[in-house]
């Protein structure tokens, strides 16, 4: 409840005003409809429904082999590809028991971080845009164009890669990639400082974000929220860290969470600030991966002949951009999955909403929308 | 500019038969300049505004190489573009809209502002109508616009547009008080409402080097400025308080529904309302058509471009808030309103009548 609002406000009671926000909305981060119970300006109700970009993501995957599901995997979180596919080539290698050379785990660190980066720009900047700023929305996109560049040097596109293949990936670093992605790390470190400058520490923008749409720790964790939105609670639980998948445990990095610097614990501009801190950390993954990487080596050596895994069942989760990115393929024994169960991280985050919306006004439920990060192409599926 | 005019029809034999023939003429005749002046101004500053935004983004804005399909070198026939579309695109009103009160509302609100430049002289002799209460009047035909946006909202029949109307008119009818009271302390120091006396009282210099503008005069007149000019852009709805037309909330707030020609005129009154804003501004602190040189570069068309520039200035100020500041809250923006601004703005007349009693 926005206790703070009703403190200020006081409690006036009108007649009550059914909105639709979406789906066709400039702020609902893809087609979502909310529909809002409105006192004036006060929401009173949030119901959000969601179905809009499903495309049977899961039904798809049971009538196709395991590498044609790839492709499918990039369009589920169109924001974070390479996660996705990192996340469901992670799955299938632990049902298959296939182990990747030590170079194909470099380079999935390499492009998920660097994904990661490209995640949290647009979250960053579109958040921005959700509280009015439009500057800093633009710059964010400047900073993730690069990025994308880089990506469709490495494998032709800039938004669904199907770069990440089970037990390698589809093609080495190209000549200069590796030297290019440094420049690019070397311009993009100090551009996070234009960040904090231009947006973190603005006044009106602590003003709108600080305070609002407060998730406390035990809400987050009983709604089975995740990623930067559970640390901007103050959890300190990143599955790099706690189920170490692939080579993270190798790295020296930080897990950021929110502190209530400038509001309450878990609010708006906690989960901002557990963002940008992120890309700090991405970064620095990054350029030890990139210091360590052995250079030469086949990407596709251990890419199975084919893909048949035997009986059974696997449960896999990874830590994509917006959070606990599970992957539940059950097998029998053919080419394709008889289960595929995908556990979006976003959909848990937009589950939450109405109990940490409510009591607030319009504009502020259009920045909790944007501090959640959702992509509905995850939710949907 | 109507009194030169009558001036001169009186001496044409057949005109000075028929006063009232006379009157219309001449009204019409100072009425067309500032006609085309809002029209120029808008295209000019959409242009402006466009180059500013995309210089402040790190972009290049509207480009292109000459005439034909690009906009003209540097984009510089963008807005010309932009104006052919809009007056050639289809005029929609919804099923459901209100259909007298949709079509009057962009035309109330352009009136409004119309009249208001009427008021506004660009130098001692360009006025369209010289008023001994000028500032008043202008305050008060401001205020006119209001009624255009709540109309807009109502009549449009659509939840965005009436969330954008009631917060335009919570905000515009808020803001024009503290607007008002820090446009007092400058009356308090000239004694009168009319622009001629206002920007006489501010001629010569301070301190030697100063010219005697009145935001220079003391301490309470340069706070009283920056009053007025936040309170004045909150008046004419830009970021950081374009809550009406916040477009990541609201959609398009009030002119969702409007498009082509009706929805043109609110985006010209935006415009001519900013210029309005910066003119006022200008004329009350920063010493309209004077020089920052005192006794060099005055008068005529020389005034003229001092009160340009000064009104641009303001204008790209008012852009440079756009492109760098978050939207407040509604309930923020009242807050800021009455908590802040109106004690302030109190204040300043307070302390601007102790210092030219006592300190002077």
Redesign the interface.
Same mark, same amino acid.
């Given at each position: 409840m926005g206790v703070a /609002?009703e403190k200020?406000?006081g409690t006036v009671h009108g007649e009550e005003?059914i909105?639709n926000i979406g789906p066709q909305?400039?702020?609902t981060h893809g087609v979502l409809r909310l529909r809002v119970k409105t006192d004036g300006?006060i929401i009173t109700e949030i119901i959000p429904y969601i179905g809009y970009l499903h495309r049977c993501f899961e039904k798809h995957c049971e009538n196709l082999t395991y590498e044609q599901a790839i492709p499918f995997t990039d369009r589920c979180d169109y924001i974070g590809s390479m996660n996705n596919n990192f996340g469901y080539a992670v799955a299938v290698e632990q049902l298959m028991d296939i182990k990747v050379s030590e170079k194909v785990e470099y380079m999935r660190v390499i492009v998920a971080e660097m994904n990661r980066l490209a995640s949290h720009l647009l979250a960053i900047g579109t958040f921005?845009?959700?509280?009015?700023?439009?500057?800093p929305f /633009?710059?964010c996109f400047?900073d993730r164009e690069r990025i994308l560049d880089l990506f469709e040097m490495l494998c032709g596109a800039r938004l669904l890669y199907n770069y990440i293949w089970i037990g390698g990936v589809s093609h080495d670093f190209p000549v200069g990639w590796v030297e290019k992605t440094y420049d690019f790390l070397d311009y993009f470190e100090p551009k996070i400082a234009e960040y904090n400058e231009?947006?973190t520490y603005?006044k009106?923008?602590i003003?709108?974000s600080a305070d609002v749409g407060v998730i406390p720790a035990e809400v987050a964790i009983s709604y089975g929220v995740t990623g930067p939105n559970l640390r901007g609670s103050g959890v300190r639980w990143d599955i790099r860290k706690e189920e170490t998948y692939g080579i993270y445990d190798r790295f020296d990095f930080d897990v950021p969470i929110g502190t209530g610097a400038m509001g309450s614990l878990g609010d708006c501009w906690d989960r901002y600030y557990v963002r940008l801190r992120e890309l700090e950390e991405s970064v620095k993954i990054t350029r030890q991966a990139l210091d360590s990487m052995p250079r030469d080596g086949d990407v596709h050596a251990a890419v199975p002949k084919k893909i048949r895994p035997k009986a059974g069942h696997v449960y896999s989760r990874t830590e994509s951009p917006r959070g606990d990115l599970g992957f539940y393929i059950a097998s029998d024994g053919s080419d394709t999955p008889i289960r595929l169960k995908m556990r979006s991280p976003a959909f848990t985050a937009l589950s939450c909403l109405d109990e940490i919306a409510r009591g607030w006004?319009?504009?502020?439920v259009?920045a909790i929308l944007g501090s959640l990060d959702i992509v509905l192409g995850e939710i949907d599926r | 500019m109507v009194d030169y005019l009558l001036d001169i029809f009186s001496g044409i034999g057949w005109l000075s038969a028929s006063p009232n023939l006379a009157f219309v003429l001449a009204v019409t005749l100072s009425g067309l300049p500032i006609f085309l002046f809002m029209a120029v101004n808008a295209l000019v500053a959409v242009y402006a505004e466009r180059k500013v935004?995309a210089f402040?983004?790190?972009?290049l804005g509207p480009m292109g190489q000459g005439v034909g399909l690009h906009a003209g070198k540097w984009g510089l026939l963008q807005t010309v573009a932009d104006a052919v579309k809009l007056l050639t695109k289809e005029d929609i009103i919804p099923a459901s809209a209100d259909r007298k009160l949709f079509i009057l509302a962009p035309f109330i609100l352009f009136i409004g502002c119309f009249v208001a430049f009427a008021g506004l002289p660009f130098n001692e002799h360009v006025v369209a109508a010289d008023f001994n209460l000028g500032i008043f009047y202008i305050l008060a035909m401001g205020s006119v616009g209001v009624i255009g946006v709540i109309l807009a909202g109502y009549s449009s029949n659509n939840?965005w547009s009436l969330?954008g109307a009631m917060r335009s008119a919570a905000q515009i009818i808020s803001y024009e008080i503290p607007a008002g009271l820090s446009l007092l302390a400058v009356i308090m120091l000239t004694g009168s409402l009319a622009f001629r006396d206002i920007v006489a009282a501010q001629t010569g210099t301070t301190l030697g080097v100063l010219p005697s503008w009145f935001i220079f005069d003391n301490p309470f007149t340069f706070f009283a400025f920056w009053l007025f000019f936040v309170a004045g852009v909150a008046e004419v709805n830009r970021?950081?308080f374009?809550?009406p037309e916040?477009?990541?909330?609201?959609?398009a707030g009030f002119h969702t529904e409007y498009s082509g020609m009706r929805w043109s005129f609110f985006f010209l009154t935006e415009y001519a309302n900013m210029f309005i804003v910066a003119g006022v501004a200008a004329l009350a602190f920063l010493g309209g058509w004077l020089s920052p040189f005192p006794g060099y570069f005055e008068g005529g068309l020389w005034g003229i471009f001092w009160f340009m520039s000064k009104a641009a200035f303001l204008i790209f100020i008012m852009m440079w808030f756009?492109?760098?500041?978050?939207?407040?809250?509604?309930?923020?923006l009242m807050?800021m309103c009455w908590k802040f601004f109106m004690p302030a703005s109190f204040l300043t007349i307070v302390g601007v009548g102790i210092w030219d009693l006592f300190i002077r």
């Open positions: /609002l200020e406000l005003m909105l909305h400039p702020s300006e921005g845009l959700d509280v009015g700023a439009f500057t /633009l710059y400047r231009l947006l603005n009106i923008f003003e709108r006004m319009i504009s502020d259009i | 935004s402040m983004q790190d972009r939840k969330y970021t950081p374009d809550l916040a477009e990541s909330e609201l959609v756009r492109w760098t500041f978050p939207r407040l809250r509604t309930d923020q807050r």
